[in-house]
């Protein structure tokens, strides 16, 4: 019933900047926050950044803080992650996702998820 999907993904230079966006439709009435995740070859998938989707409120993990901001338009139907700074180990898929919790960090508590854009890092 949501939507989610992600665009902005590509090939940076450490250092380099990348907008990534996620489109959201459907039914997102329910829908309290808006994250984005990410997941590198062999590793888990990590929470990256959160925003109440009514408040823009939001919340990001320690390894991107003062990096990355997320935001969402006027009319709710586009949340971005605008990355500054790359680093390699920025390198992974990054999801977009829609949980009806607010403000979560948890993986498990998010109930709609977009097919993912890669993100590389060149060193």
């Known amino acids: 019933q949501v939507q989610l999907v992600e665009s902005g993904g590509g090939l940076v230079q450490t250092g380099g900047s990348l907008r990534l966006s996620c489109a959201v439709s459907g039914r997102t009435f329910s829908s309290r926050s808006m994250g984005w995740f990410r997941q590198a070859p062999g590793k888990e998938r990590e929470f990256v950044s959160v925003i109440s989707w009514s408040s823009g409120s939001t919340s990001y993990a320690d390894s991107v803080k003062g990096r990355f901001t997320i935001s969402r338009d006027n009319g709710k139907t586009t949340v971005y992650l605008q990355m500054n700074g790359l680093k390699p180990e920025d390198t992974a898929v990054y999801y977009c996702?829609?949980?009806?919790?607010?403000?979560?960090?948890?993986?498990?508590?998010?109930?709609?998820w977009g097919q993912g854009t890669q993100v590389t890092v060149s060193s």
């Open positions: 996702a829609a949980s009806s919790y607010v403000l979560s960090r948890l993986s498990s508590e998010y109930g709609y």
